[in-house]
């Protein structure tokens, strides 16, 4: 019977992992490990398995996307779901799609989940478990990792490997560890009478529950206005206080400020009607509770001066100095809204998962290519990742994690499996149009703007040009090692920008004048529109540190700006295509225009050197295929003269002839008449 175990056993770990016995303990090899089964780890997962790579991803709870199932509180999701964008391209409308993450599935697309603009949390927990069941991603639920540490061996590919524990005491290895965990541990300031506040993750929602009552609340982020929004109207007031002033994101543009749909209290306290928002450091305040339960604001030095036998009636509160003082009034609750932090705890300390500095202390430090400073081998996808562009882009929401996730793929497969970066390459003459086409459709670029940059490399003598999508840009210097490709001949990088004094809490952007039309003053766009830097040479990691404050890239040899549009539609011909194609044609010395077959025939008699489209084309006779409807259409444009079928094809009757007149006319050349028209090639020079 116990072999029987055994059997069982080993065939079961042989169908999760390869089984390894190391010092005694058995370990459940797979070659990547993803913690944490949400929108970015489900993201990860969908990419490997497309890529047919050994992975397995750990879930703590029964189902995916377990903080969803419990937040936002109020169930009000604030990632726009728009319906309907006048366009049927795919790419194009993901850029007003902020929930649904990437997949080959169009059932997997989150309109088909609801068609609320600001959708409703448990769409997005069904969405998520959809997304892992119909594409089977190899999810491992009810699995929690307490314990992350690392056992050196150079035969590994990051010369050590990744030991996992799990809540059974379940021990796992892994080559290659992405954290896709989150940030959910709560963020808590204690100071004295700290235990008196309410957590957000607690609280109640009833606003039955507030009726008549005065609130007080600490934090100034999305979750305090909203629990505010959701009691605004039973309340006898609330006041709300933090550190900064408050920051809405129609000004900072960025998306995880202060969104509209959460800020009436603004309105209240702005038209007088007894709200109000408060700036002070939380770290000073002390809260005191009376004998009828009533919460007192006081400052903790006044606590820490008075005597301490002396009763809670003898505690100096700052109104007794300052009969003004604004939150003199008690208040029946108070409730802490301060945000989320990343769970360090189960890392060991062999991991040197640090965390960042400033206001990005809530995140783990890694470098702009989403690996650990600490650790090779080690990615933290998803919001825990947001230290990259916090507060500048939307590295931390699904909109725009869904595509560095995808780029830390393509970064692995460059490195562990000789992929190298997914590329096209194109004759020079199809550079405007390959720019353009990417700027008015692709939605990485869009919405990880700033951070994610497409990167043309010019081949030798920039007659073609190898075409790299979503790029980051933090690593530009390390292109070639983490992409597999060569840019020996200069490249260009494509990027899209808001203007470089238009963003941020201070900032009046409803001014007169606030927008740019002008081709000549793109330079000085406000709104998101498409930049391009042209480098002579792929730029060092000492001009990259160097790089201008608030430049994503360093000075380049040149820049263009193509100026922003009011519907983001940058095809017009004269404002944004013609600009675009004579600045690549000055950085590239050549003509990137198009030409007849006549006016190549005429350039190759009057230059030394041919455009390259006639080289590429005219001159290697691959120029359009002779039909019925391109000789009719000629002959009504009068570049040819009328001419029967009976002049080339004798006297037989059609039916002697074996396939279609145009198949004929393919087969046959076309007599053309002498080429008077050439006088007027002139006109298109």
Same mark, same amino acid.
């Given at each position: 019977?116990?072999?029987?175990?055994? /059997?069982?056993?080993?065939?079961?770990?042989?169908?999760?992992?390869?089984?390894?016995?190391?010092?005694?303990?058995?370990?459940?090899?797979? *070659?990547?490990?993803?913690?944490?089964?949400?929108?970015?780890?489900?993201?990860?997962?969908?990419?490997?398995?497309?890529?047919?790579?050994?992975?397995?991803?750990?879930?703590?709870?029964?189902? %995916?996307?377990?903080?969803?199932? @419990?937040?936002?509180?109020?169930?009000?999701?604030? $990632?726009?779901?728009?319906?309907?964008?006048?366009?049927?391209?795919?790419?194009?409308?993901?850029?007003?799609?902020?929930?649904?993450?990437?997949?080959?599935?169009? &059932?997997?697309?989150?309109?088909?989940?609801?068609? *609320?603009?600001?959708?409703?949390?448990?769409?997005?927990?069904?969405?998520?478990?959809?997304?892992?069941? @119909?594409?089977?991603?190899?999810?491992?639920?009810?699995?929690?990792?307490?314990?992350?540490?690392?056992?050196?061996?150079?035969?590994?590919?990051?010369?050590?490997?990744?030991?996992?524990?799990?809540?059974?005491?379940?021990?796992?290895?892994?080559? $290659?560890?992405?954290?896709?965990?989150?940030?959910?541990?709560?963020?808590?300031?204690?100071?004295?009478?700290?235990?008196?506040?309410?957590?957000?993750?607690?609280?109640?929602?009833?606003?039955?529950?507030?009726?008549?009552?005065?609130?007080?609340?600490?934090?100034?982020?999305?979750?305090?206005?909203?629990?505010?929004?959701?009691?605004?109207?039973?309340?006898?007031?609330?006041?709300?206080?933090?550190?900064?002033?408050?920051?809405?994101?129609?000004?900072?543009?960025?998306?995880?400020?202060?969104?509209?749909?959460?800020?009436?209290?603004?309105?209240?306290?702005? !038209?007088?009607?007894?709200?109000?928002?408060?700036?002070?450091?939380?770290?000073?305040?002390?809260?005191?509770?009376?004998?009828?339960?009533?919460?007192?604001?006081?400052?903790?030095?006044?606590?820490?001066?008075?005597? =301490?036998?002396?009763?809670?009636?003898?505690?100096?509160?700052?109104?007794?100095?300052?009969?003004?003082?604004?939150?003199?009034?008690?208040?029946?609750?108070?409730?802490?809204?301060?945000?989320?932090?990343?769970?360090?705890? +189960?890392?060991? &300390? $062999?991991?040197?998962?640090?965390?960042?500095? /400033?206001?990005?202390?809530?995140?783990?430090?890694?470098?702009?290519?989403?690996?650990?400073?600490?650790?090779?081998?080690?990615?933290?996808?998803?919001?825990?990742?947001?230290?990259?562009?916090?507060?500048?882009?939307?590295?931390?929401? +699904?909109?725009?994690? &869904?595509?560095?996730?995808?780029?830390?793929?393509?970064?692995?497969?460059?490195?562990?499996?000789?992929?190298?970066?997914?590329?096209?390459?194109?004759?020079?003459?199809? #550079?405007?149009?390959?720019?353009?086409?990417?700027?008015?459709?692709?939605?990485?670029?869009?919405?990880?703007?700033?951070?994610?940059?497409?990167?043309?490399?010019?081949?030798?003598?920039?007659?073609?040009?190898?075409? !790299?999508?979503?790029?980051?840009? /933090?690593?530009?210097?390390?292109?070639?090692?983490?992409?597999?490709?060569?840019?020996?001949?200069?490249?260009?990088?494509?990027?899209?920008?808001?203007?470089?004094?238009?963003?941020?809490?201070?900032?009046?952007?409803?001014?007169?004048?606030?927008?740019?039309?002008?081709?000549?003053?793109?330079?000085?766009?406000?709104? @998101?529109?498409?930049?391009?830097?042209?480098?002579?040479?792929?730029?060092?990691?000492?001009?990259? &540190?160097?790089? %201008?404050?608030?430049? %994503?890239?360093?000075?380049?040899?040149?820049?263009?700006?193509?100026?922003?549009?009011?519907? =983001?539609?940058?095809?017009?011909?004269?404002?944004?295509?013609?600009?675009?194609?004579?600045?690549?044609?000055?950085?590239?010395?050549?003509? #990137?225009?198009?030409?007849?077959?006549?006016?190549?025939?005429?350039?190759?008699?009057?230059?030394?050197?041919? %455009?390259?489209?006639?080289?590429?084309?005219?001159?290697?006779?691959?120029?359009?295929?002779?039909?019925?409807?391109?000789?009719?259409?000629?002959?009504?444009?009068?570049?040819?003269?009328?001419?029967?079928?009976?002049?080339?094809?004798?006297?037989?009757?059609?039916?002697?002839?074996?396939?279609?007149?145009?198949?004929?006319?393919?087969?046959?050349?076309?007599?053309?008449?002498?080429?008077?028209?050439?006088?007027?090639?002139?006109?298109?020079?």
């Amino acid at each position: 019977m116990a072999s029987v175990v055994c /059997g069982m056993l080993l065939g079961l770990a042989l169908y999760t992992g390869s089984l390894r016995v190391v010092s005694g303990a058995a370990f459940l090899y797979h *070659d990547y490990c993803i913690i944490g089964a949400g929108p970015s780890g489900l993201q990860a997962a969908y990419f490997l398995q497309q890529a047919g790579r050994d992975y397995v991803v750990f879930e703590r709870s029964h189902a %995916p996307g377990s903080f969803f199932a @419990l937040y936002p509180r109020h169930r009000k999701l604030i $990632s726009i779901n728009k319906q309907y964008t006048g366009k049927s391209n795919s790419e194009f409308n993901l850029r007003h799609d902020w929930n649904s993450l990437l997949s080959h599935d169009r &059932r997997l697309l989150f309109r088909r989940y609801s068609r *609320d603009f600001f959708p409703d949390a448990d769409a997005m927990v069904r969405y998520l478990e959809d997304f892992a069941a @119909l594409l089977k991603l190899r999810v491992q639920y009810n699995t929690a990792i307490v314990h992350v540490t690392l056992e050196r061996n150079a035969q590994a590919w990051n010369g050590h490997y990744f030991l996992l524990t799990d809540q059974d005491r379940q021990n796992y290895k892994c080559s $290659s560890l992405l954290v896709a965990t989150g940030t959910w541990v709560p963020n808590v300031v204690n100071f004295p009478g700290s235990e008196y506040v309410e957590g957000y993750e607690t609280v109640s929602i009833s606003p039955e529950d507030f009726a008549g009552q005065t609130v007080l609340i600490l934090g100034r982020g999305n979750s305090a206005f909203e629990t505010a929004e959701n009691i605004l109207g039973v309340t006898n007031f609330i006041h709300m206080v933090s550190r900064s002033r408050v920051r809405l994101s129609w000004a900072t543009h960025y998306v995880g400020d202060l969104r509209a749909i959460n800020n009436g209290l603004l309105d209240t306290y702005q !038209l007088k009607s007894l709200d109000g928002l408060l700036e002070g450091d939380l770290e000073d305040l002390a809260i005191i509770k009376d004998k009828k339960g009533k919460l007192h604001i006081t400052l903790r030095f006044y606590l820490e001066n008075r005597n =301490t036998s002396a009763g809670i009636d003898s505690i100096t509160l700052p109104q007794d100095e300052l009969d003004n003082f604004a939150t003199r009034a008690p208040y029946d609750r108070v409730i802490r809204c301060l945000g989320w932090k990343f769970d360090f705890s +189960i890392y060991n &300390r $062999s991991l040197r998962m640090m965390p960042g500095k /400033g206001n990005k202390k809530k995140y783990p430090q890694i470098k702009p290519s989403y690996e650990s400073r600490g650790t090779r081998g080690l990615f933290v996808l998803g919001t825990a990742s947001h230290s990259v562009d916090f507060r500048k882009s939307a590295g931390g929401f +699904i909109h725009g994690f &869904r595509y560095t996730t995808r780029a830390v793929h393509r970064l692995l497969e460059n490195r562990h499996h000789g992929v190298p970066w997914p590329s096209t390459v194109y004759p020079i003459t199809q #550079l405007t149009n390959s720019i353009i086409k990417r700027v008015n459709e692709a939605s990485g670029l869009y919405q990880m703007f700033s951070v994610l940059a497409d990167i043309i490399l010019l081949r030798e003598n920039a007659t073609a040009f190898e075409y !790299l999508e979503e790029y980051p840009v /933090g690593v530009l210097a390390e292109l070639e090692t983490q992409t597999g490709r060569k840019a020996p001949n200069g490249l260009f990088v494509v990027i899209m920008e808001y203007g470089r004094n238009f963003s941020g809490a201070d900032k009046d952007v409803f001014y007169y004048n606030r927008a740019v039309g002008e081709a000549q003053h793109a330079w000085q766009s406000n709104f @998101l529109h498409p930049v391009i830097y042209y480098y002579k040479r792929l730029p060092t990691e000492r001009e990259m &540190r160097l790089r %201008p404050p608030d430049w %994503p890239l360093p000075r380049p040899d040149a820049v263009h700006h193509i100026v922003e549009d009011f519907l =983001t539609d940058w095809t017009a011909p004269n404002a944004h295509i013609l600009p675009l194609r004579r600045f690549l044609e000055n950085c590239l010395s050549t003509d #990137l225009r198009n030409f007849f077959a006549e006016s190549c025939f005429l350039f190759a008699f009057t230059r030394q050197k041919l %455009p390259p489209f006639c080289r590429q084309g005219y001159v290697r006779m691959q120029g359009l295929v002779g039909s019925e409807g391109l000789r009719r259409h000629a002959v009504d444009a009068g570049l040819l003269e009328d001419y029967t079928p009976t002049d080339f094809l004798g006297d037989s009757p059609p039916d002697s002839h074996e396939g279609s007149q145009d198949q004929l006319l393919r087969d046959h050349a076309i007599p053309v008449r002498p080429l008077q028209h050439l006088v007027n090639t002139k006109d298109e020079l």
